[in-house]
Nanobody, 127 residues
Framework: QVQLVESGGGLVQAGGSLRLACTASGMRFEDVTVGWFRQAPGKEREGVVCVSRIARTPYYTDSVRGRFTISRDNVKNTLYLQMNSLKPEDTAMYYC????????????????????WGQGTQVTVSS
């Protein structure tokens, strides 16, 4: 049984940083397309960053490029999202995701095809 568990969310002031982590059981992150998505109240879930098992460069949505960085620790089977220069508009529930056989660009732009989701971790950025 696949399970994804996020941690690291919280309340931070604008300009601050947070690092989210997602650990997996029942699968290996290095074998699949993985990513981080977010959903703010009243808005649709959107892809923040995705990367496939063979991609050299992750796909970042425009609003976070240059501020957020995805990384993967294959030994710990953990996915990270380093978020710097946070803005109030980054406030959302953040979800870790895994897609068994997706193209990472397509996955990030089509949340409906994601195979596995974590439970989410709340990020709140105050102004």
């Amino acid at each position: 049984q696949v399970q994804l568990v996020e941690s690291g969310g919280g309340l931070v002031q604008a300009g601050g940083s947070l690092r989210l982590a997602c650990t997996a059981s029942g699968m290996r992150f290095e074998d699949v397309t993985v990513g981080w998505f977010r959903q703010a109240p009243g808005k649709e879930r959107e892809g923040v960053v995705c990367v496939s098992r063979i991609a050299r460069t992750p796909y970042y949505t425009d609003s976070v490029r240059g501020r957020f960085t995805i990384s993967r620790d294959n030994v710990k089977n953990t996915l990270y999202l380093q978020m710097n220069s946070l803005k109030p508009e980054d406030t959302a529930m953040y979800y870790c995701a895994a897609d068994l056989d997706g193209n990472y660009f397509y996955t990030c732009n089509n949340p409906s095809i994601v195979d596995y989701w974590g439970q989410g971790t709340q990020v709140t950025v105050s102004s």
